[in-house]
C-alpha cells in the first residue's frame, strides 16, 4: 500500500496522460514507467473488466456501490475496508478494525477534496472561467480570483467546473481532478450541450472513484488501460453518458 502510496507524488505526469486519454480523440498506446506499482496490482487491474457492469446510478449508497464493483473487478487491494459494519460497542468497532477503515476512507475523501481545491485554485488564478454546477448544468456559485470563498465547500452533488483553461491539464474533453473538471471548452458551448446532464453525470461518478482510492486513482486509472472500453473507472461512469462509442 506503501508504494502504491507514491503514486500520489506522480500525479502531476500521470495525470498529463489522464488528459490524453480522456480527451476525444483515442490517444495511442502511451508507455509509462511503472516501476513504483506493485506488480499484483499490475496484474489483478489489467485483467479484462466485466463488460457487463453497468454505470453506478447516482442516488443513495452510491458511493458504496461503486466500491462494490470495483472490488468485483479486481480492485479490492487498492481499496479501503468497507466501513459499513461498524455495529455493536465502540470497543467492538476498534478491535474489528472499523476505525483503521473509518480513517482510510477519509483520508481519501480528504486528498481527493484537496486535489479538487488545488486544481480550483490554479485555473482560477490563471484566469479560468470557474463555477460550481450541479448535475443538470445549474451554475450554484462563480468563481473569482478576489473571492474569499473559492474554496467553499457545499453540500449535495456537484462539482467544480472551470472552462477555457489554458493549462497543460486541460483538454478539451476536460479531465476530472478531484471534485474539479478542468476543460478547455467554453462555459456556454459545454453547457448548451443538448447531452449535459449525461457528461455531468460521468465526470460525477469519476469523482466518487477518487473519493474511493485518493491519490492512488490517476495511477489505478492509467493501469486500468488508455482504452475506455475495457477500463472500469469509464466503464463504471457510464461508457455512454462519457460520449464513448464501443
Ligand atoms: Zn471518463
Same mark, same amino acid.
Given at each position: 500500500?506503501?508504494?502504491?502510496?507514491?503514486? #500520489?507524488?506522480?500525479?502531476?505526469? +500521470?495525470?498529463?496522460?489522464?488528459?490524453?486519454?480522456?480527451?476525444?480523440?483515442?490517444?495511442? /498506446?502511451?508507455?509509462?514507467?511503472?516501476? &513504483?506499482?506493485?506488480?499484483?496490482?499490475?496484474?489483478?487491474?489489467?485483467?479484462?473488466?466485466?463488460?457487463?457492469?453497468?454505470?453506478?446510478?447516482? *442516488?443513495?449508497?452510491?458511493?458504496?456501490?461503486?466500491? !462494490?464493483?470495483?472490488?468485483?473487478?479486481?480492485?479490492?487491494?487498492?481499496?479501503?475496508?468497507?466501513?459499513?459494519?461498524?455495529? *455493536?460497542?465502540?470497543?467492538?468497532?476498534?478491535? =474489528?478494525? *472499523?476505525?483503521?477503515?473509518?480513517?482510510?476512507?477519509?483520508?481519501?475523501?480528504?486528498?481527493?477534496?484537496?486535489?479538487?481545491?488545488?486544481?480550483?485554485?490554479?485555473?482560477?488564478?490563471?484566469?479560468?472561467?470557474?463555477? &460550481?454546477?450541479?448535475?443538470?448544468?445549474?451554475?450554484?456559485?462563480?468563481?473569482?480570483?478576489?473571492?474569499?470563498?473559492? =474554496?467553499?465547500?457545499?453540500? #449535495?452533488?456537484?462539482?467544480?467546473?472551470?472552462?477555457?483553461?489554458?493549462?497543460?491539464? /486541460?483538454?478539451?474533453?476536460?479531465?476530472?481532478?478531484?471534485?474539479?473538471?478542468?476543460?478547455?471548452?467554453?462555459? !456556454? !458551448?459545454?453547457?448548451?450541450?443538448?447531452?449535459?446532464?449525461?457528461?455531468?453525470?460521468?465526470?460525477?461518478?469519476?469523482?466518487?472513484?477518487?473519493?474511493?482510492? #485518493?491519490?492512488?486513482?490517476?495511477?489505478?486509472?492509467?493501469?486500468?488501460?488508455?482504452?475506455?472500453?475495457?477500463?472500469?473507472?469509464?466503464?463504471?461512469?457510464? +461508457?455512454?453518458?462519457?460520449?464513448?462509442?464501443?
Amino acid at each position: 500500500m506503501a508504494a502504491f502510496r507514491r503514486v #500520489g507524488l506522480f500525479l502531476r505526469s +500521470l495525470t498529463l496522460v489522464l488528459v490524453l486519454v480522456e480527451g476525444a480523440t483515442p490517444a495511442t /498506446a502511451v508507455v509509462l514507467p511503472l516501476a &513504483a506499482q506493485p506488480q499484483a496490482a499490475l496484474h489483478s487491474m489489467a485483467a479484462t473488466p466485466q463488460r457487463a457492469v453497468a454505470q453506478v446510478p447516482l *442516488g443513495e449508497g452510491e458511493l458504496a456501490l461503486m466500491r !462494490d464493483l470495483l472490488v468485483a473487478n479486481g480492485l479490492e487491494n487498492q481499496l479501503c475496508d468497507p466501513v459499513g459494519q461498524m455495529a *455493536g460497542s465502540l470497543a467492538d468497532v476498534l478491535r =474489528s478494525g *472499523g476505525f483503521a477503515a473509518a480513517r482510510c476512507a477519509g483520508e481519501r475523501s480528504y486528498e481527493s477534496l484537496a486535489q479538487g481545491r488545488i486544481s480550483l485554485s490554479q485555473a482560477v488564478d490563471l484566469g479560468s472561467d470557474c463555477v &460550481a454546477l450541479d448535475l443538470t448544468g445549474n451554475v450554484i456559485k462563480s468563481y473569482s480570483p478576489e473571492s474569499s470563498e473559492n =474554496s467553499a465547500v457545499l453540500s #449535495g452533488r456537484w462539482i467544480n467546473a472551470c472552462f477555457s483553461d489554458t493549462s497543460i491539464w /486541460a483538454q478539451r474533453g476536460g479531465t476530472m481532478y478531484g471534485n474539479t473538471f478542468l476543460t478547455s471548452a467554453a462555459q !456556454d !458551448d459545454f453547457l448548451a450541450r443538448p447531452e449535459i446532464a449525461e457528461v455531468l453525470a460521468h465526470e460525477y461518478r469519476h469523482t466518487l472513484q477518487w473519493r474511493l482510492l #485518493g491519490y492512488g486513482f490517476p495511477g489505478a486509472y492509467l493501469i486500468a488501460g488508455n482504452n475506455a472500453c475495457t477500463n472500469i473507472f469509464e466503464i463504471t461512469a457510464g +461508457l455512454e453518458d462519457g460520449g464513448y462509442v464501443c
